[in-house]
């Protein structure tokens, strides 16, 4: 037999470098990636077998069986389940596919201290390799269900691996780690030690539904050993709350989620009567880093009477909470759903509906016992749960309910639509907010001016999403939801006759200047109006209430659709020495060629004061510069 010698992928090696030098101090869990490998291989036997009838494989005995041998000090992991064939073993074993590892080499060698590096690895987990923390050599032996020949692939976890064809291989895989000397200082942590290998596979593996077996090392008798069965194989979500363990819930996330860290939060649903199912549902702690790609696996894992039938079953609950992991369980659906059926199954719809309000329900909870736990929950989850608010009519008001925003009310603490609503001022019938980029941009943007003045709250919205649920929800307990960059402000709320005329006074005066500014700015501008917003600036640029922000404008060209460009509107404020100068030139003056570039500067310096872009820098460069230099 011919034996190839290949590289690793340059992401694999980086990847296999850190485990032999392995940062990661819990270097148990390598069992738990293989034995959860190994149970997945079995899984995927099964359920190819329960769809092709006429697959040559072997499924009478589904099983994982871990061996030890102390003398040789190996310790093997197998299974009889699907296997690789040798394409397949060079691709899932000498690359690393999964997008977010890239993302994860690049923070890690970013990472400052050993610490931080094993924080990173522990958010990445890195399945097959974690054996070279406790192995300087592995070996792996597969055979594909249904494929005659096998595969033998090997590797010191340097820059290389061998791949060779194999005649008697087993189906299945069976992977064999050369284990490093022992070290005499730990003895917990002894590999060939059957008793340390039943206490990591209880610990880690327990809910495993296939049983992990080991036989016991021989004893003085000729007779073969009886091998023993570690695991209670007991699917946790059909077991009641106080026979489980909230290690044992974790560990089966880990397993789910390939997330090494422990949960946010676990929960629990037992739905009976005519359609009977179980769920056992997490919220993670963290973000993954793919949660807003568009190749991001979402969705649970379905089980059908305790059998496994698919990974991210999206039927089950709606996009907005893609991060939710975990099992549904359900009795009554045929083993061979497939997920056409289910987008359609008017159960699976109910059953959506149902775990939806649990997930919404059990968040509202953290909300209100445990406001850290909560603050952790919606900065890693809040953007993703806002979507909710656009395509869920339904349940509209629980998120509302669970979701917080930024405010001028403080620093650094969101606050809720009801606490908002309980600060309002008297007189004030609108919850006002401000969208844009960052905090800082819309904190200081013209538009905040007579908000500041008068110490009304606004909310600060950034994300991208903001921009649409603020439309799409409206209004809040009566109270409408409005953009300070929007419509006509009027903030004085009873009318004063004296300020009234007042401000019929200053109109007139300015009706002049203002017709012929909205002439010069008519590529951009339908309105020049006196503003009621601004204390400090000259002028700035706000929309109809009714049109698209330049936000969501830019959104809707970037997902490719055609949107007619929006004019805004020009807000002067008639108390700054630049604008009551502008208006007196323009009434003194005969020829007003001269005062064109100054209505083109107040506009493009309105534009940047709320973030945006002047049409055309360079010509913008050019004015002030030019400007400047008469000042000079
Ligand atoms: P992950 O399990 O996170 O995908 P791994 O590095 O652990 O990453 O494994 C990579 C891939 O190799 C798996 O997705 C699977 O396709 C394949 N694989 C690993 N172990 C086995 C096994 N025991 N049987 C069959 N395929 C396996």
Not at 70 to 89: C, F, H, P, Q, W
Not at 151 to 165: A, V
Not at 450 to 463: P, Q
Not at 539 to 545: I, K
Request: glycine fraction near 6%; proline fraction near 3%; hydrophobic fraction near 35%.
């Amino acid at each position: 037999m011919t034996t190839e010698t290949l590289e690793f992928q340059v992401e694999a090696r980086q990847l296999l470098q850190l485990m032999i030098h392995s940062v990661y101090s819990n270097k148990d869990v390598f069992l738990r990636e293989l034995v959860s490998n190994a149970s997945d291989a079995l899984d995927k036997l099964r359920l190819e077998k329960l769809r092709d009838d006429s697959l040559d494989a072997d499924v009478s005995d589904l099983h994982i069986e871990i061996d030890v041998d102390k003398d040789a000090r190996t310790l093997t992991v197998r299974d009889n389940g699907i296997g690789m064939s040798y394409d397949e073993v060079g691709q899932l074993i000498g690359t690393i596919a999964n997008s977010g590892t890239a993302t994860f080499l690049k923070e890690l060698r970013e990472a400052q201290d050993a610490a931080d590096a094993e924080g990173l690895i522990g958010q990445f987990g890195v399945g097959f390799y974690s054996g070279f923390m406790v192995a300087d050599e592995v070996t792996l032996v597969t055979r594909r269900a249904g494929e005659s020949q096998g595969t033998r692939w090997t590797s010191r976890g340097e820059s290389t691996y061998t791949l060779e064809k194999v005649d008697d291989a087993p189906q299945g895989t069976s992977v064999t780690l050369h284990l490093k000397p022992a070290d005499p200082e730990n003895q917990l942590h002894d590999y060939t030690s059957p008793w340390t290998i039943k206490q990591i596979v209880k610990r880690y593996s327990d809910f495993i539904t296939w049983p992990i077996r080991m036989v016991p090392e021989k004893g003085d008798s000729e007779d073969a050993p009886e091998p023993e069965t570690l695991n209670s194989m007991k699917a946790l979500w059909a077991r009641s709350r106080d026979e489980v363990s909230d290690d044992e819930y974790h560990e089966l996330y880990k397993h789910i989620s390939h997330d090494w860290r422990e949960p946010l939060e676990t929960i629990r649903l037992q739905a009976e009567g005519t359609f009977e199912y179980q769920a056992l549902l997490f919220v993670p702690s963290h973000a993954p880093h793919d949660l807003f790609t568009r190749d991001f696996k979402r969705g649970v894992q379905l089980y059908v009477k305790r059998v496994f039938i698919m990974d991210d079953c999206e039927a089950l609950l709606p996009p907005y909470l893609r991060f939710v992991k975990g099992v549904v369980d359900a009795q009554d659906l045929s083993l061979n759903v497939s997920r056409e059926i289910l987008q359609q199954d008017r159960h699976i719809r109910m059953m959506q509906r149902r775990l939806t309000k649990k997930v919404l329900s059990t968040i509202k909870e953290i909300k209100t016992k445990d406001a850290d736990r909560y603050a952790t929950f919606w900065r890693e989850f809040g953007t993703v749960l806002k979507e909710g608010l656009v395509t869920d009519s339904e349940n509209r008001d629980a998120i509302l309910a669970v979701a917080s925003f930024a405010t001028t009310h403080a620093e650094d603490e969101p606050t809720t639509l009801a606490q908002y609503v309980e600060r309002m001022k008297d007189g004030q019938d609108d919850i006002y907010y401000i969208t844009g980029e960052s905090r800082q941009s819309i904190e200081n943007s013209p538009h905040m001016e007579a908000f500041r003045d008068k110490g009304i709250e606004v909310l600060l919205l950034t994300d991208a999403v903001d921009e649409v649920w603020v439309d799409a929800v409206g209004e809040y307990e009566g109270k409408k939801l409005r953009s300070v960059a929007k419509g006509e402000i009027d903030l004085d709320g009873e009318k004063d006759e004296k300020a009234e005329g007042e401000r019929e006074k200053q109109a007139e005066d300015y009706a002049g200047l203002l017709g012929w500014m909205r002439e010069q700015l008519e590529e951009d501008i339908k309105e020049v109006r006196l503003s009621s917003r601004l204390t400090v600036s000259p002028a700035c640029v706000v929309s109809d209430a009714h049109d698209l922000t330049p936000a969501l404008e830019n959104m809707y060209r970037a997902m490719g659709q055609e949107v007619p460009r929006t004019k805004r509107i020009l807000e002067l404020n008639p108390g700054h020495p630049l604008v009551k100068n502008l208006n007196q030139a323009y009434k003194e003056r005969e020829d007003r060629s001269g005062l064109v570039e100054s209505a083109e500067l107040l506009h493009t310096l309105a534009v940047l004061a709320e973030g945006g872009q002047p049409k055309d820098p360079a010509r913008f460069v050019k004015l002030v510069a030019d400007r400047l230099e008469r000042t000079l």
